[in-house]
C-alpha cells in the first residue's frame, strides 16, 4: 500500500479508503465486519470512512467496537455530520448548535476522544457557512477533531469556504468527497481545478459506480443477491454502459487486472486525488481492489482507457 498526503495537510493516507456506507451497522453483521476492517489493515489501509447517518448511527458504534483491538495512533478515522439524526429543529443541519451535538454524538459512538477528518455532508442552505467553519475550527481548537473536509460541494461552495478561511484566519478544509468513478466525472471541468487551486484532495466515493465496474457484471446478466438486483436504476446504466465495461474489462483482462482494480488505478491517476473509498463486505474484496494502489498506468495507457470511456465522434 502506498500513502499520500490529504490536500496540503501534512496528514498521510493510504491510498485506498475503507469506507462503511451500505455495509456496516447494516448489511452485515459484527463478526463480518470486523474481518473486512481487519483485512483493510493487514493490507496497509489505514484511513476509514463512516458518517453518523449511516444506518441510523450503527456503523460508527461497530466502528467504535473494533477499535477496541486496534492501536488508535494509527487509525485516521473519517466521519460526517448534517443529516436528521434527532427529533426538532435542530436535529439537523450545519449550524453551531447541530454540530457540536452531533460531533458528540459521534466521539460517543466511535468511542474515541477525537476524530481525525470531521466532514459536512452536504451544504446546508439555511446556515451561513461563516457560523459552520467557527464552529468546526472551534471543535480543532478544543481537540476534538483534527482536520475538516467537504462532501458533496461543488467549486463554488468550496471557493466561497476558502475565502472565509483566509478573510479570518481560520483552519482551511483539506479534503472534498465527491461522487467520482470512470462513468461519472462531472467533477473534472469544474470541481477538481478548484481543489487544486485551494489545497482539497479528493476522496470519492462509489469509485466502481456501486459495483457496476467490477467484472460479475460483464456477462450482461445481474447476479442474484447483487446490489443491482431489483434496483432499476442501476440494471438501467448497466445495460447502457454495458459495451463500454465490456471493452474496459477486456483491456484490464490482458494486462492481469480485474475491472475494479482498473478502475481504482485510473482514479489514483487522476489529478488531486488522495484516496478512492472502496466498500466490502468481505475479506476477499478488501485484498482484491487493495492491488490497485501498486498499478501504474503509462500515458499511453492512460490515453487507451480514454478511447474506450470517450471514444471519438464519427
Not at 451497522?25 to 476509514?48: C, H, K, P, Q, S
Not at 470541481?191 to 476522496?203: F, Q, T, Y
Not at 482514479?267 to 501504474?296: C, D, F, T, W, Y
Not at 492512460?302 to 464519427?314: D, F, T, V, Y
Request: with cysteine; net charge negative.
Amino acid at each position: 500500500m502506498n500513502y499520500r498526503r490529504l490536500g496540503r495537510s501534512g496528514l498521510k493516507v493510504s491510498e485506498l479508503c475503507l469506507g462503511a456506507w451500505i455495509n456496516f451497522g447494516d448489511r452485515i453483521n459484527d463478526d463480518a465486519t470486523f474481518a473486512v476492517l481487519n483485512a483493510a489493515v493487514e493490507e496497509g489501509i489505514d484511513f476509514f470512512d463512516t458518517a453518523d447517518v449511516y444506518a441510523g448511527g450503527k456503523a460508527e458504534e461497530v466502528m467504535g467496537r473494533w477499535m477496541h483491538s486496534q492501536d488508535r495512533r494509527t487509525l485516521t478515522i473519517a466521519t460526517k455530520c448534517r443529516g436528521r439524526m434527532w427529533p426538532g429543529s435542530n436535529g439537523e443541519g450545519l449550524s453551531r448548535k447541530h454540530i457540536f451535538d452531533a460531533c458528540h454524538d459521534s466521539l460517543r459512538r466511535l468511542q474515541t476522544d477525537y476524530i481525525d477528518l470531521y466532514q459536512i455532508h452536504w451544504p446546508d442552505p439555511e446556515t451561513p457557512l461563516e457560523e459552520t467553519i467557527r464552529a468546526l475550527n472551534e471543535l480543532i481548537a478544543a481537540g476534538k477533531v483534527r482536520y475538516i473536509g467537504v462532501s458533496n460541494h461543488n467549486s463554488e461552495q468550496i471557493g466561497e469556504a476558502a475565502r472565509i478561511c483566509e478573510a479570518l484566519g481560520l483552519n482551511k478544509f483539506v479534503s472534498s468527497q465527491p461522487y467520482y468513478n470512470m462513468l461519472g466525472r462531472d467533477i473534472e471541468k469544474n470541481d477538481v481545478p478548484r481543489c487544486l487551486k485551494e489545497g482539497l484532495g479528493l476522496i470519492p466515493y462509489s469509485p466502481l459506480a456501486q459495483g457496476l465496474l467490477s467484472d460479475k457484471y460483464l456477462g450482461g446478466t445481474i447476479p442474484e443477491g447483487s446490489r443491482a438486483k431489483g434496483n432499476e436504476g442501476l440494471e438501467k446504466r448497466l445495460q447502457e454502459h454495458l459495451p463500454k465495461l465490456q471493452a474496459l474489462g477486456e483491456w484490464a483482462g490482458s494486462r492481469d487486472y480485474t475491472l475494479s482494480q482498473l478502475a481504482l488505478a485510473w482514479l489514483l491517476h487522476q489529478p488531486a486525488m488522495v484516496s478512492p473509498i472502496i466498500g466490502a463486505v468481505n475479506p476477499e474484496q478488501v485484498r482484491e481492489n487493495a492491488k490497485a494502489s501498486q498499478i501504474k498506468l503509462s500515458a499511453e495507457d492512460l490515453a487507451q482507457i480514454e478511447e474506450i470511456l470517450n471514444p471519438p465522434k464519427p
